[in-house]
């Protein structure tokens, strides 16, 4: 293990030399937001998830099955989210890194090569997952009134599922790097993707979690009770750990020591094969990665010019150059399939919501719902930003030169970004918004107001993509996902969370106001207008700013950084 030690002291003393270089310059206050703010997220998973298995504990009889049965469905999440999570980082750590071709030059054996980075990507794409899923597993001894020995199982059980999980993604890419041709190396982010957003969506639609609220699909309680209390699988890793800590709860130490012991087995197994299969075939997968690519189709420039022939010269070889260089990036348009996946997803949780059955009337709860609705779809319009538009100026990487030296301002630079992530941007939203409006089957008012508010909500939140992204450039980031994981990454959601939080609280009164006025059909008042257009006017310039202020900052702080 002392080669393996070596080849990751590097990534080690990069992590202390970072943290040394920002407490330099002043970048220690920003960090120490960030971890506030991280701890105030933290600390309202932990209280929900402490009154959630409070009121669970309260029912009787029925209680306890909740209670096991949600710890099942977290287990299940947090496992799918671990794969998912392991099979991008370790594509990028073994494959894709710029340092591979100086590692393979070491006298070092390629299967110790594979351990350090296969080490290093396990706690790149498991950390996060595992503490933020935390609390909700404390959450679980401390209801329950456990001792040291369920924490324990706790700790072990997330550090061999995360082991678990990075070994199994780990063996699924190296045989898809053999598989996939050497030129296409990238195309594997395609199947990969819609592979995983199938499994999540396979394993998530099987519990069928509305079956805990909807005990009348059942034919009597017994129906209802077995239904709740039925097995997953006992040969996934979930079921060993879910046995594990659920024996753990009941004071069994024998039963969970066993289950403990079944799920290390597994954990050790698959990374002795892992190790194994690495030693035989990862470096031929590394010499097929280092090969050139072959375009897979012709782009016909000259027809593609004619749609951008009412821009000038610079502008339009510029914008042209963006399209080019994102329809050739395989990893970023091929996430667009799984972005789609989730979107029907969206989609279909609308369709399957049983407002018939809501103690409110359906007409008030279909109208809440489409103005909670506008919050949801601008918090997923926030997700594909940061993945897209954030990034952008980052990708630009060592040859922002040329960007610079190019005779357009950087101003100009920058909205020419915004516009290309705007116009699809919008039209996802819009599409987002009006379907589920229609399945929700609301009034024509809200219908209206929800499309409208869409309307200036999305060009703010690309704005601030793009200029925070030009505020907080990261020209070294090997992929998008990690400019996008720094402290400007979370700065942009941070704002953009408070900016659409802003919005929905300037428009709920005079919303009520309004539905309630239409609903009983009586005339608003002068003082209700004045509030009305007081109200929508504040949204409307909190909107203008959201636009203004990041592009022009953004401007600023990124010709600072390159004169």
Sequence with gaps: MDTV??????????????????????GIRAWYLLAALGIIFWAGIFAVSLRVLSYFRGIQGLGDILAYKLLSMMLITLFSLLVFSSILTTLSKLYLSRDLSL????????????????IESTADSAWMVVVYTLPVFLSFGIIYQTGPFFYGSITLVLFLLSFLASALSSVVVMLAVLIVPASR?????????????????IAFRMLRPERLVDPEVFTNTMGYLKALK??????????????????ALEGSITGSCFHLALLAAGACALSVFCI???DSIYFKGVSKAQTAMVRSAKYKARSRRRWFLFFSGPVRAITIREIKTFMRDQTQWSQLFLIAGLIVIYIYNFSVLPLEKAPIKTIYLQNILSFLNVGLAAFVLTAVTARFAFPAVSLEKEAFWLVKSAPVQLKTFLWIKFFIYFLPLLLLTEILIVVTNILLNVTSFM???????????VPGVVAMGVGLGACYPDFKAENPAQAVTSYGGFLFMVLCAGYIGGVLILEAGPVYNLFMAELKN??????????????????????????????????????????
Excluded: C
């Excluded at 097995?231 to 800590?245: E, G, N």
């Excluded at 929800?450 to 909500?457: A, C, G, K, L, P």
């Design 103 to 118: 590692v393979h030059s070491l006298p070092v054996p390629g299967y110790k090569i594979f351990i350090a980075r296969w």
């Design 447 to 457: 219908m209206i107001l929800s499309v409208v508010t869409i309307f200036f909500m």
């Design 185 to 201: 190396i990238r195309s594997i982010f395609i199947f990969l993707g819609l592979s995983l957003f199938l499994i999540l969506f």
């Design 230 to 247: 039925t097995p997953s699988s006992p040969f996934i890793p979930t079921t060993w750990a879910f046995d594990a800590l659920r024996t």
């Design 276 to 278: 194994g299969l690495a």
């Design 522 to 563: 009586r005339p608003v008042s002068i003082l209700e207008w004045a509030w009305i257009l007081i109200s929508f006017g504040s949204a409307f310039g909190l909107s203008i700013v959201a636009v203004f202020l990041p592009m022009k900052y953004g401007k600023k702080q990124l010709s600072t950084l390159v004169n």
């Design 5 to 26: 030690i070596s080849l990751i002291k590097p990534r080690i003393l990069s992590i202390r030399n970072r943290g040394r270089a920002r407490s330099k310059i002043g």
